[in-house]
């Protein structure tokens, strides 16, 4: 059963925006990490960005490639993660999934695939001009 919906992905130019939607069909969203990560073909998924639950004051975490252009944010009312994508680059590029965390309080994720589950089918950003 689908758990998570990655949605908002789009062609794009450089230096534009997007921002990505990530709907969670379960019941205690607010007690979910939401990750959110991407992948071009033939490498691995790469960790983007991430945010805790309630209990863990919804800290959030960047990769270095992404941070200062990306925010993440969540709408616990709406179950709705969102990604944020400004002064978007080429290297962009992919199809970008959202998941949830395998660990719910204060822990500090490292923005790795094993930290993760129930993944998305994934959105496709791609950035050209």
């Known amino acids: 059963q689908e758990l998570l919906r990655e949605s908002g992905g789009a062609l794009v130019q450089p230096g534009e925006s997007l921002k990505l939607s990530c709907v969670y069909y379960?019941?205690?969203?607010?007690?979910?990490?939401i990750g959110w990560f991407r992948q071009v073909p033939s490498k691995e998924r790469e960790g983007v960005s991430a945010i805790g639950d309630s209990l863990a004051g919804e800290k959030t975490y960047y990769a270095d490639t992404v941070k200062g252009r990306f925010t993440i944010s969540r709408d616990n009312a709406k179950k709705t993660a969102y990604l944020q994508l400004n002064d978007l680059k080429p290297e962009d590029t992919a199809v970008y999934y959202c998941?949830?965390?395998?660990?719910?309080?204060?822990?500090?994720?490292?923005?790795?695939?094993?930290?993760?589950?129930?993944w998305g089918q994934g959105t496709q950003v791609t950035v050209s001009s």
């Open positions: 998941a949830r965390g395998i660990r719910s309080g204060y822990y500090d994720y490292r923005l790795t695939e094993d930290e993760f589950m129930h």
């Open positions: 379960g019941i205690n969203f607010q007690n979910e990490a």
